[in-house]
C-alpha cells in the first residue's frame, strides 16, 4: 500500500514545486494580465505579508491549533474519542475494574468542558485578529474612495469648464453637471448617516 502511495506523493509535490515555480518568476500571468493588474496583485501580496509578518509566535501557534480545533478531521477524533471513552467505561463497570468513569462520565464532561473553553478562547484570540485586519481594510478602502471621489469631482470640474468655453455648449447649463462637480461633504453625510440610523 505505502510502495503505490509513494509515487503519488512524489508527482504531486513535484507537480506543486512546478506551479509555485511558474507563480514566482510570474509566468503564468505575465501573459494574462496587465500590468496595472499585477502591481495590484502585488500591493495586496504585499498588505498581507505585512499584516501576517506582525503576528507574534504564540498568535500563530493559536491560530494553527483553533483551524486544526475547527477542521473536520478533529471532529472525527472527537466523536470517536466519546463514543470509545464510554464504550470502555461501560465495558469497565462490568467486569468490576478500578478507576472506572462512570455515568453521567464527570471525567469526560471535565474533559469536553476544557477543551470546549480552549476553543472558544483561541476562536476569540483569531477572531480579534481578523477584526484588526478587517478594520485596516475597511480604513484603506474609506481612503481609496475618497481619493477616488476626489480625483471624479476634480475630472467632472474640468469636463465642466471645458464644456462652458465650447461656443456651440455655451449657453446651455447643465445643473446635473455642477451638483456632482461639487466636492461630497464627508462630514455632513457621516452626520446624515447617524441621524438616519438613530431615527429608526
Excluded at 493588474?37 to 500591493?43: D, G, P, R, S, T
Excluded at 504564540?58 to 491560530?63: D, F, K, R, S, V
Excluded at 477524533?77 to 470509545?84: M, P, R, S, W, Y
Excluded at 461501560?90 to 478507576?99: E, K, N, P, Q, S
Amino acid at each position: 500500500m505505502n510502495v503505490a502511495i509513494a509515487p503519488w506523493r512524489v508527482q504531486n509535490s513535484d507537480a506543486l514545486a512546478r506551479i509555485f515555480r511558474a507563480m514566482a518568476t510570474e509566468q503564468t500571468t505575465s501573459t494574462n494580465l496587465p500590468s496595472s493588474a499585477k502591481e495590484n496583485l502585488e500591493v495586496l501580496s504585499r498588505f498581507k505579508d505585512g499584516e501576517e509578518a506582525q503576528i507574534s509566535g504564540l498568535q500563530l501557534a493559536i491560530e494553527r491549533i483553533s483551524r486544526f480545533l475547527g477542521s473536520p478531521a478533529y471532529f472525527a477524533f472527537a466523536v470517536v474519542f466519546i463514543g470509545l471513552w464510554i464504550a470502555v467505561n461501560a465495558f469497565g463497570m462490568r467486569h468490576g475494574w478500578r478507576h472506572v468513569d462512570a455515568p453521567p462520565f464527570f471525567w469526560l464532561q471535565g474533559w469536553v468542558s476544557c477543551n470546549a473553553l480552549l476553543l472558544t478562547v483561541a476562536v476569540l484570540i483569531r477572531q480579534n485578529r481578523m477584526a484588526q485586519v478587517a478594520e485596516h481594510r475597511a480604513h484603506l478602502a474609506l481612503q481609496i474612495n475618497l481619493l477616488t471621489e476626489q480625483k471624479v469631482t476634480k475630472t467632472l470640474q474640468i469636463i465642466d469648464e471645458l464644456r462652458r468655453d465650447l461656443p456651440t455648449l455655451r449657453g446651455r447649463p447643465d445643473a446635473e453637471v455642477t451638483e456632482m462637480s461639487k466636492p461630497a461633504d464627508t462630514h455632513a453625510l457621516m452626520h446624515a448617516i447617524k441621524q438616519k440610523q438613530e431615527d429608526r
